[in-house]
């Protein structure tokens, strides 16, 4: 029976890629795949999904294992056993917005109420903010979210940044940090009860792989 591993599309696709590749585990295929969405090699099959979809393919067991970021984990809040933290396509998620802003969070919290924030990630914006005490306007966006400080739609946004050269790009500059995220390891729940050796093998293998790898 072959194991099934989902893999993001997208930014970090290439780095789940070479880890796999890295661990010795087979992925004839994988590196270029095309317009595949489904590819086997040897004993595993890999689903290629949108980021967002991948947290859904493992809780309901339709992947064994999975690559996932940080940031869509968090936001999906699916049930999945997170195995391990792999360290590759690092970044942060910030609260960013133009520098007229900045006086209003290093104020106290009740300068925030009723701040509109635009974001791909509602989830983890009202998780945020709530943590605070702090009722604000989220607008949910699914793309182009530096624009919406600039258009009078929000004050801030919440997202992903690496380098920050887009925020620079955009006038807008990091208000508060949120979290670090990074791409991680998970599984069903299911398939580390019913299929914990060959899961635990995987696990193993590209943790070694990311360890030789680290500095």
Sequence with gaps: MMLTIALPTGRVFSDAVEMIAGAGL???????????????????????AKPSDVPLYVSYGTADLAFAGGDVLLESA???VELLDTGAGRCSVVVAGPRSQAERFRGHASELMGLKVATKYPRIADGHFSARGVQVDIIH??????LAPKLGLSDCIL?????????????LEVLEHVCDVSLRLVASRKSTALRWKEVQSVMNKISSHVKEKRP
Aim: glycine share 12%; net charge negative; charged share 20%.
């Design 78 to 80: 699916m049930p999945v």
């Design 26 to 48: 087979p992925c004839d295929g994988l590196a270029s795949p095309g317009r595949k969405l489904v590819i086997e090699a040897g004993e595993f099959r890999y689903i290629l």
């Design 141 to 146: 966006l699914h793309g182009s979210i530096e």
């Design 159 to 171: 997202d992903i940044v690496q380098t920050g050269s887009t925020l620079r790009a955009n006038s």
